[in-house]
């Protein structure tokens, strides 16, 4: 990856009145990656979305996209940015292509070439020349891809791509920003309520509370981490003797009964050990499976107390 940033948030906050919406967000975007953006409601994502695309102006701090500042460079900054903020929009009785090639006479540089190509990323070939009016909304949303990144942006931003989206639009979409990052090393960065999706989209994501940043990992980082307790899932014959085991461990854990065995949270070194003494016990153990921490687990435990 390189290391030069596509999208570098410095130490940005935004205040309307006495409230301060954005606090001190810094963030860096990288070129090929996706990165998420999530929050519960009036954590600030949308106003964090505004500022990047320079709909509104940050009270303090500054935002550069390829090194210029959105607020005293705009017009050289924007020119390395796509975005669609809420639904995008076209002229209904128009086609796809017409509404392509409308957008790209705006753009020096794009010729039918590259219409085509954005045409194929986001395989709307069979419908292109067919009137807007007529496109579900998954294809609009994938004609509103093709038209933000008609001139090659360094960065994509979308603010709740998937809003009303059916599940197989929502993974169509998802397949075509993953294919926009690893192909043509677009930064994407997008807003979400939908953390299952996040989960499968990001490489990176981000989370506000309260207008503040807390937290920045990998994906990775955040479903597993083997250091920490995790739930496990024990498949057994039966479950009678597992508070005498947990007993003569030490573990004082709460666990669960469930289809064909037991939940319990775990280290990885106890549960090696919880598995030794129940076959000591005349437990069979079928199997054990360590239950990643799903991205909303690990949401809600970030956000507890957040009214929403």
């Known amino acids: 990856m390189i290391n030069s940033p596509v999208l570098e948030i410095r130490d940005v906050s935004k205040e309307i009145g006495r409230r301060r919406i954005i606090d001190s967000v810094s963030l860096k975007v990288y070129p090929g990656e996706v990165m998420g953006i999530l929050g519960p409601n009036g954590a600030g994502k949308t106003t964090l979305i505004r500022l990047m695309t320079g709909l509104v102006a940050p009270t303090r701090g500054e935002i550069r996209i390829r090194g210029k500042c959105v607020r005293s460079q705009f017009e050289q900054a924007m020119k390395h940015v796509g975005a669609i903020v809420e639904n995008p929009e076209f002229y209904p009785f128009l086609t796809g292509y017409k509404n392509l090639l409308h957008f790209a006479r705006m753009v020096p540089g794009v010729g039918e070439k590259r219409i085509?190509?954005?045409?194929?990323?986001?395989?709307?070939?069979?419908a292109i020349h067919d009137p807007v009016k007529t496109y579900s909304l998954g294809m609009r949303q994938r004609l509103g891809v093709a038209q933000a990144i008609l001139h090659r942006p360094a960065l994509l931003i979308l603010d709740e791509p998937t809003n009303g989206l059916d599940p197989a639009g929502i993974r169509e979409l998802r397949d075509y920003l993953r294919r926009l990052a690893e192909k043509e090393r677009t930064a994407v960065v997008v807003s979400s309520h939908l953390l299952s999706e996040m989960q499968l989209m990001c490489d990176r994501v981000a989370i506000l509370r309260g207008g503040k940043l807390i937290e920045v990992r990998r994906m990775s980082e955040i479903l597993r981490?083997?250091?920490?307790?995790?739930?496990?899932?024990?498949?057994?014959?039966?479950?009678?003797?597992?508070?005498?085991?947990?007993?003569?461990?030490?573990?004082?854990?709460?666990?669960?009964?469930?289809?064909?065995?037991?939940?319990?949270?775990?280290?990885?070194?106890?549960?090696?050990?919880?598995?030794?003494?129940?076959?000591?016990?005349?437990?069979?153990?079928y199997a054990i499976r360590r239950l990643?921490?799903?991205?909303?687990?690990?949401?809600?435990?970030?956000?507890?107390?957040?009214?929403?």
């Open 225 to 285: 981490r083997d250091s920490e307790e995790l739930r496990t899932r024990f498949e057994v014959d039966r479950t009678d003797p597992v508070p005498s085991v947990l007993l003569q461990l030490g573990l004082n854990r709460e666990w669960k009964e469930c289809p064909g065995g037991f939940e319990i949270r775990l280290r990885r070194e106890e549960t090696a050990e919880l598995n030794r003494r129940l076959i000591e016990a005349g437990v069979r153990v």
């Open 116 to 126: 085509r190509e954005v045409i194929s990323l986001v395989k709307l070939e069979e």
């Open 292 to 308: 990643e921490q799903s991205l909303e687990e690990r949401f809600l435990e970030l956000t507890e107390g957040d009214a929403p």
